[in-house]
C-alpha cells in the first residue's frame, strides 16, 4: 500500500524529503543514500593512502582526492538529510514534541560504532600480546608521555602535556553541551546557544591539537606509515586516533547545525529532540577518547 503526499496531509503526517523521490514512496529519501556513500568513500580514500604509503604502485593523491571529494559528498547528503528530515519539517510545523525513536536509533547507531572502534582495537592488542614493543614504538615513546608518578610500586605514565590538554578540552566540552541542554529545558535561550557555541569552539580546538600532535609525529619524529613492515604501532596509532578524529569532525557538523537551527528559534523546552540525539554522539565520542588515551597512550608505555 503506497501512501500519497496529498492523503499524508490530510492526516497532518510531514513527509520529509518526499519531493526527493518518486511518488509513491512516501517518507523515503535519496539523501540517507548519499550520506552513506560519501561516509564508505572516506574509508576507500583513507586505505588507498595508506596502501600508497606501505608501497603499492598507488598515488598517494589518489587516496587524498578521494578522501576529500567523500568528504564533500557526506557533508551534502548529511545536511539535505538534516534539512529535509528535521528542519523542513519543523517549519511546517508537523514536528509534534519528542519522538523517542530518534533516541532509540541513536543508541542503535552508537552500539554500531563501539563495533568500529571494537574491531581497531582488537588490532591493537593482537600487537600488545606479540612481541612488545615493535620498531617503530622506540620512535614515539619518548613524546608520548611527560614522565612518570609513583603509586606505591607501580610507575604510572603521564600523557604528554599536549594530549592532557585535549582530554580537558573534550571532557569540558561534554559538561557545556550537557549545560546548553539543561538550559533549553530550562527555556533559556541564550545560554542554550551560548552552551552550544562554546561546545562547537572546543570541538575544533581538540582537532586543531590532534593535527599540531600529528605534524608534530611526523615532521619532527617521523613517526609515519612509510615503512609498512615496521609500522605496527603507527597503524593502530593513526587508525584510533584517525577514526575518533572523524568522528569528532562529524560530530563539530552536528553541532554546527544544531547551533543554526537554534539561532533561528527552532527549539523549545519541549521541543529538542535532535539536541539530545546530537548530545548523546558527543558524550560517546568523549568516552572513546579517554578509553583511547589510557589503552594506546598510557597503557602503550606500561
Known sequence: M???????????????AVEDWPKGFGEASWW???????????????????????????????GGGVFLASVGVFLVGLYG??????IKAFWDADAHGEDNTLRWGMLLFLCTEVATFGAVFVYYFQIRVAEWPPADFEVIAGPLVSGTVTLGSVQIPIVSELVLANTLILILSSGTIHWAHVQLRKD???????????TLLLGVIFLAGQGYEYYEFIVHYGFTLAAAEEALY??????????????????????????VRALYGQYSAD??????????????VDVVWIFLVVVLYVGAVI
Open 2 to 16: 503506497t501512501v500519497s503526499e496529498d492523503s499524508a496531509d490530510d492526516h497532518g503526517h510531514h513527509l520529509p
Open 32 to 62: 540517507p543514500f548519499i550520506t552513506a556513500i560519501g561516509a564508505s568513500g572516506i574509508y576507500v580514500g583513507a586505505a588507498l593512502t595508506i596502501l600508497s604509503l606501505g608501497g603499492l604502485p598507488l598515488l598517494p593523491a589518489v
Open 81 to 86: 538529510w538534516t534539512y529535509h528530515a528535521f
Open 188 to 198: 533559556n535561550r541564550r545560554n542554550f546557544i551560548l552552551g552550544l557555541a562554546v
Open 234 to 259: 603507527a597503524s593502530a596509532f593513526y587508525g584510533l586516533t584517525g577514526l575518533h578524529g572523524l568522528h569528532v569532525s562529524m560530530g563539530a557538523v552536528l553541532i554546527a547545525i544544531v547551533l
Open 271 to 284: 521541543r529538542h529532540t535532535s539536541v539530545s540525539t546530537v548530545s548523546m554522539y558527543w558524550h560517546f
